[in-house]
């Protein structure tokens, strides 16, 4: 159970770093270290915890803490800085269909 955890937070975390290597704009290269960050670490430190409670037999509110923290705070730390760079002007990768930011503030100001 706790190699699951670890593998599959390894993996995401892997994944994610690729995705920002291979991905054309800032927009989904924002999407993938968001992703990974948040579900990667997030997995590994479940794997953590599970190791404390069922091995060492310690329940560690720090590690739930750290949890908590990230998956809460990952996601809108990655949402605010693609927001900002839509602000300032960033544009889409020429492979994009739709951007829905755009056609929101330019149906606000109708």
Do not use: C
Not at 2 to 10: A, E, M, N, P, Q
Not at 56 to 66: A, C, D, N, Y
Not at 92 to 103: N, Q, R, T, V
């Amino acid at each position: 159970m706790i190699s699951v955890f670890l593998i599959i937070g390894t993996f995401i975390t892997l994944s994610g770093s690729l995705g920002i290597l291979r991905f054309p704009d800032v927009y989904t290269r924002l999407h993938a270290s968001t992703k990974a960050s948040t579900l990667g670490v997030a997995g590994i430190l479940i794997g953590a915890f599970l190791f404390m409670y069922f091995d060492v037999e310690i329940i560690s509110g720090k590690l739930i803490l750290g949890i908590i923290f990230i998956l809460l705070t990952a996601p809108v730390s990655g949402h605010m800085i693609s927001r900002a760079a839509h602000n300032t002007g960033v544009e889409l990768w020429d492979g994009s269909i739709k951007d829905a930011y755009s056609e929101e503030k330019q149906d606000q100001k109708k």
